[in-house]
């Protein structure tokens, strides 16, 4: 990257002076801390690409303030419509078909003729959107392939401070939004997310298919192996072996020797979400060859905390 060390802005105006400069920001949403940048301008958009090092073929969020802003850019009706009303603000992600010759760039939707449209439940997300006028593409603020970042220290430490941070502390949800598109057949399920799929459910009434792995693979950006720290991972352990780091669920087992951290005591998966990148982030920093990671329950958001930990096992080229 060629970008030199740079300022945070102090607030939402210094923030939202950047982005309709036509310059990048990070700023925080519920899910995870986001690279923004207008997706109205094809040169904020290719700074985000670049910033990242992410292939050019897997389109961006685009992060509305509200559901208008969000209909101006995205034909949100029937089904999805309902679910918008029903989930946002909220951690739900909707891939709609695009409005044509709405401003969006084609590069933030990667020529597609769908676009993935979000409005957060952050209101510092939202009014900073508000602030800009215009829909901020906004893909997790991590080089690509890395684990996610749930605070400001993650993405300066991740970026050595060559982006701007708008800091709004932590994220309370910490995996990202789960992403639904609805087809003839109902709704679908593209990536499990902050909203567990049962909760969409119950709340419509209606099943919700989950893409298959290799459709899910065959779809823009689900590539199987993400989120990956420098170590390996071990998954569903009950317990380390000699040398490895131990990401525990409830209860770390008795006598572990190496580095340990329960990423939640009472088995509560909330906790768990929130703590799982921040948690992975530490491990690796201790410089340990593999980390095994303790059994997940898979129902509620543990459908998507065993979805980040399959990716980020998952083997690299
Ligand atoms: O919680 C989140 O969703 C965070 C915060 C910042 O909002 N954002 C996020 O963005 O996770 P990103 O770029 O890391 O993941 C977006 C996913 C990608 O897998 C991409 O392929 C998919 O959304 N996507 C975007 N547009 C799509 C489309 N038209 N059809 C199918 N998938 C799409
Ligand atoms: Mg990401």
Redesign the pocket.
């Known amino acids: 990257m060629s970008y030199q060390p740079v300022a945070d802005p102090a607030s939402i105006e210094e923030a939202a002076a950047l982005l309709r400069a036509g310059r990048i920001c990070a700023f925080p ?1 519920e ?4 690279l923004g940048g207008d997706a109205t301008d094809p040169d904020a958009v290719l700074e985000i690409f670049a910033a990242k090092g ?1 292939p050019r073929f ?4 685009a ?1 509305c303030a509200d559901l208008d802003m969000a209909r101006r850019f995205g034909r949100i009706e029937g089904l999805a419509l309902e679910l918008a009303e029903r989930f946002w603000p909220g ?1 739900l ?1 909707l ?1 709609v078909p695009l409005v044509e010759a709405s401003g969006l760039s084609d590069i933030a ?2 020529g ?1 003729k ?3 449209l ?1 409005v ?1 439940a952050r209101p510092l997300a939202r009014d900073l959107i508000a602030s800009v006028g215009r829909p901020l593409a ?4 991590n080089p690509s392939g890395r684990l ?1 970042p749930t605070s400001a220290e993650h993405v300066r430490a991740a970026f050595e401070g060559r982006v701007p941070v708008l800091d709004g502390g932590p994220c309370e949800a910490g ?3 789960t ?1 639904v ?1 609805v087809g003839p057949d109902g709704i679908t399920q ?2 499990a ?2 909203l567990p799929r049962e909760e969409i459910e119950a709340a419509m009434g209606v099943a919700v298919a989950v893409a298959s792995h290799d459709a899910a693979i065959s ?4 590539l199987k192996s993400h989120y990956a720290p420098g170590a390996k991972l071990r998954l569903a352990a009950a317990a380390p072996e000699p040398g490895e780091a131990y990401l525990g669920f409830g209860r770390l087992p008795e006598g572990i020797e190496g580095e340990a951290l329960d990423l939640s005591p009472h088995g509560d998966l909330r906790e768990a979400a929130r703590n799982l990148f921040g948690f992975l982030a530490r491990l690796d920093e201790t410089g340990c060859a593999r980390i095994a990671v303790a059994p997940i329950p898979r129902e509620g958001l543990g459908e998507a905390i065993n979805d980040r930990l399959e990716r980020a096992a998952a083997p690299r080229d």
């Open positions: 949403t899910t995870v801390y986001g992410r897997n389109p961006l969020i992060h951690p992600t891939v939707t990667a597609l769908t676009v993935a979000r957060p906004a893909p997790s603020a996610s995996v990202e939004s992403i598109t593209l990536r997310g902050a779809a823009p950006g689900m």
